[in-house]
């Protein structure tokens, strides 16, 4: 059974920082590229970064780059994002999302979700 469990959401002030952490079970996190999504009331889900199974290639959402870092450690099967510089509307659930591209597409696999708000 595949599981995801994201933590490290909370409160917090404009301009500080947050680290979330994504820890895999189930499956080995080294062949599933690994990614962070944000969902915010009444707007869709959203990517915010991506990582590739080695962890060499990295891609951001505009709104994003220069302030969030998204890393991994494959010993461990977990994934983070580094979140410095926050701002009100970074405020959404963060979800952690494991691919692995298959033939017939993608098998998708996602975690419960954890709240960031950012507010003074």
């Known amino acids: 059974q595949v599981q995801l469990v994201e933590s490290g959401g909370g409160l917090v002030q404009p301009g500080g920082s947050l680290r979330l952490s994504c820890a895999a079970s189930?499956?080995?996190?080294?062949?599933?590229?690994m990614g962070w999504y944000r969902q915010a009331p009444g707007k869709q889900r959203e990517l915010v970064a991506r990582i590739t199974r080695s962890g060499g290639v990295t891609n951001y959402a505009d709104s994003v780059k220069g302030r969030f870092t998204i890393s991994r450690d494959n010993a461990k099967n977990s994934v983070y994002l580094q979140m410095n510089s926050l701002k009100p509307e970074d405020t959404a659930v963060y979800y952690c999302?494991?691919?692995?591209?298959?033939?017939?597409?993608?098998?998708?696999?996602w975690g419960q979700g954890t709240q960031v708000t950012v507010s003074s």
């Open positions: 999302n494991a691919r692995r591209l298959t033939l017939n597409g993608a098998d998708d696999y």
């Open positions: 189930g499956i080995i996190s080294s062949i599933y590229s």
